[in-house]
């Protein structure tokens, strides 16, 4: 199959889609400047004020036509519709929750919290190992030690010397304990 004659044809359809898609589009191309060829070197072309606001408002129009054109419009007004009510439900649902806020001080003196590590002060540690206390009561003496050895964070090897005391188990807190003090005084 020669090559020159997909070549044609590919324009020729291209050169049709071009037509029809100016066809619905721009029925006034006289209007538009034809900007497919920049101007030459040499010459001089006389710039005309552009109103931009014309032209927005001109497009819009366009796009609005073409959409009724394609029977988009009613679709495209319960969009609308629907993303107003979701934005008044939020708005709603947002400034009754400030009301809430400022009609709950009765009197009482609002407290403000802040970090205590700011503070220079050592925070209050939650049990981070709590929801393993299973794991804990059945691991053996020795897989603990092991467990107690491979701990790297410092707050979780706390947590679980407050979860060992708490469970009873003191000997492994206390070695718990000292793999602490080791981690701390290597800081």
């Known amino acids: 199959m020669p090559q020159g004659n997909g070549r044609k044809s590919a324009n020729r359809n291209k050169e049709n889609c071009d037509e029809v898609i100016a066809s619905k589009t721009h029925k006034d191309k006289g209007d538009r400047p034809n900007l497919s060829k920049p101007p030459a070197a040499g010459d001089h ?5 552009v109103d931009l606001d014309r032209e ?7 796009n609005e036509k073409i959409l009724q054109d394609l029977g988009l ?7 609308k519709s629907t993303v107003i009510a979701a934005a008044e439900v939020k708005k709603i649902a947002v400034s009754k929750k400030r009301k809430r806020d400022s009609n709950s001080t009765t009197g009482e ?9 700011t503070k220079g002060e050592e925070p209050e540690l939650p049990p981070l190992l709590k929801p393993l206390f299973h794991r804990l009561r059945t691991l053996s003496d020795e897989a603990m030690r092991k ?9 979780k090897l ?8 708490d469970f009873g188990r003191d000997e492994l807190a206390e070695e ?4 602490l003090d080791a981690r701390l005084a290597n800081v």
Request: aromatic fraction near 0%; glycine fraction near 0%; charged fraction near 25%.
């Open 73 to 79: 419009v009613p679709m495209l007004h319960s969009i």
């Open 45 to 49: 072309v006389a710039l005309q004020p």
């Open 109 to 117: 003196e609002r407290v403000l919290r802040r970090s205590l590590r």
């Open 158 to 165: 706390k947590s679980l010397v407050q979860l060992l005391t």
């Open 176 to 179: 718990a304990q000292r793999a």
């Open 147 to 155: 467990r107690i050895q491979k701990i790297t964070n410092t707050l």
């Open 56 to 62: 927005r408002l001109e497009r819009m129009q366009r």
